[in-house]
Every structure is written in structure tokens, then in C-alpha cells.
């Protein structure tokens, strides 16, 4: 997904963790990513008041974000893989 290399996203991914201190809100741990607490897809993804929203958005650590996703803690997405920069690609 293009999405999350694009200079909105990364501007406002830094803004929000920085206004968090780069903790993360479920655990305490230092955060890495931006998480969307409304996972994106191909129809809201475009809507910026989704995607690009702060109230939308939740700091988390490594651990915590791929428990939400991959270990129980949110639907997995099938096809879907979080690289090692955090970004979401298609698996191959």
C-alpha cells in the first residue's frame, strides 16, 4: 500500500507518536508505529477523516501492533504482512 510511504502518513505517523512520547498505550514499552484502531481497506483508505484522523489512531510498541493483528488481538488480513519498517505488503 502505497498509503504508508506516502509524506502525509509519515508526517502525521511522527507528529502522533511524538505526542504520545513514543510510548506505547497498551503496554508502556517504547512505540514504534502509528496503529489505525479502524483497520484500512480499499473503501476508506481514500477518506482521510479515516486514515489520516489522530483520533483514530492508537502508539504502539512492535509486540503489541503484530498481537493486534497477528495473535489474536484484531482480525488478521489474509495476504497481508507488516515488513521489518512496519509498513503493510501483499505476501508474494
Known sequence: MNFYN?????????AFLN???YIC???GN?????HHK???NAENISD???SLNPDLLESLCKNCH????????GAVVKGLHFDEK???????
Open 6 to 14: 506516502s509524506k502525509a502518513w509519515r508526517k502525521l505517523s511522527k
Open 19 to 21: 505526542s504520545k512520547n
Open 25 to 27: 498505550e497498551r503496554c
Open 30 to 34: 517504547p512505540a514504534e508505529l502509528a
Open 38 to 40: 479502524v483497520y484500512l
Open 48 to 50: 482521510y477523516a479515516v
Open 66 to 73: 503484530n498481537a493486534e493483528h497477528f495473535g489474536g488481538g
Open 86 to 92: 512496519g509498513d503493510l505488503c501483499e505476501l508474494h
